[in-house]
């Protein structure tokens, strides 16, 4: 759906974005991440056609930004971090002023708009002036305005800032469900937001891309080692002494469990070794009950800490 080849924007002697290469496929939701002053907002504005690249080039379904700026446009609903509302209109007014500018047929554009307004939630203030209307209702007026003319391509920044917990969680839920028949990326600082909705994640710093995949394999990639935590029924002596030898097994930490009997364990094994299997049955050789055994993967936040925090770079 996106191609970004090369991509550059300079101010004066300033480097926003340097050199940035990447795809994003149709049907996808794609999660931005970056610090502030990473180049977020900047590779936005370029493929919404608001700003111009100093080098390279941005296709949406194969179509340059630049050279086909209008077909490109008709094909993107944004949502900036400040939705741009005319807050003397009512909601349904200001959505026909859309419609209009957008050039949605005059004998589509209610029926359209009735849809969307179902879709977003906000149906029940279509005749409020926006000013009157609380922070998530005026953001779901503007995700409602990017949705107009039915696009292909949305891109939304920052579409939960200043929200309320159960606001945030019922923009989450109506994001995945627009994922269905739209491709998404979503620029958000909330990263279980992100971990919760994005199918894939890209991270920027200092105007590079610092990693591209989806939080799960970044978690594999960047901790190199696996982690499990273990509750096991048995004297900590012996189950220490027989995980310990297991091969594969770098570092153990143990700790009595609130679970009367048993013990819990925080196993680190060697990179790209799954010692599942091993601890399995030695413990059962043993008749050691494995009371529970869970992954720990490094979180989204940590990935993004080391990445962003760091020099490093995994490609």
């Avoid at 009367?260 to 790209?272: Q, W």
Wanted: aromatic share 4%; hydrophobic share 40%.
């Amino acid at each position: 759906m996106i191609r970004a080849e090369n991509l550059t924007k300079r101010y004066g002697q300033h480097v926003a974005i340097d050199g940035l290469n990447f795809n994003i496929e149709k049907g996808e939701i794609l999660g931005f991440l970056g610090p502030n002053g990473a180049g977020k907002s900047t590779t936005m504005n370029i493929i919404t056609g608001y700003l111009s690249a100093s080098d390279g080039r941005v296709l949406v379904d194969g179509l340059d930004v630049l050279e086909k700026p209008n077909e490109v446009k008709r094909m993107i609903g944004y949502l900036p971090e400040q939705p741009p509302l005319y807050v003397e209109m009512t909601v349904l007014e200001f959505l026909k002023f859309v419609g209009e500018i957008k050039g949605v047929p005059r004998s589509e554009l209610v029926p359209s708009l009735n849809r969307i307004m179902e879709v977003v939630k906000i149906d029940d203030v279509r005749h409020r002036l926006i000013r009157n209307l609380s922070k998530g209702y005026r953001q779901r007026v503007g995700l409602a305005q990017a949705l107009i003319g039915n696009p292909a391509l949305l891109i939304l920044d920052e579409p939960t800032i200043g929200l309320d917990p159960k606001q945030i969680i019922e923009m989450r839920n109506l994001i995945k469900s627009l994922g269905k028949e739209h491709t998404i990326v979503l620029s958000s600082h909330i990263l279980p937001e992100v971990s919760a909705v994005c199918h894939r994640v890209l991270i920027m710093n200092r105007g590079k891309i610092v990693a591209t995949d989806t939080p799960e394999n970044l978690s594999q990639r960047i901790s190199g080692k696996s982690r499990l935590s273990l509750r096991i029924e048995g004297p900590s002596h012996g189950i220490e002494s027989k995980l310990g030898s297991l091969k594969g097994v770098k570092h153990l930490e143990l700790q009595q469990s609130a679970e009367a009997g048993a013990v819990d364990v925080l196993l680190e094994a060697e990179k790209d070794q799954d010692v599942r299997r091993a601890v399995f049955e030695a413990m059962s050789s043993s008749k050691w009950p494995i009371l529970l055994m869970r992954p720990m993967d490094l979180s989204l936040e940590d990935i993004f800490l080391q990445l962003t925090t760091t020099e490093r770079e995994v490609s």
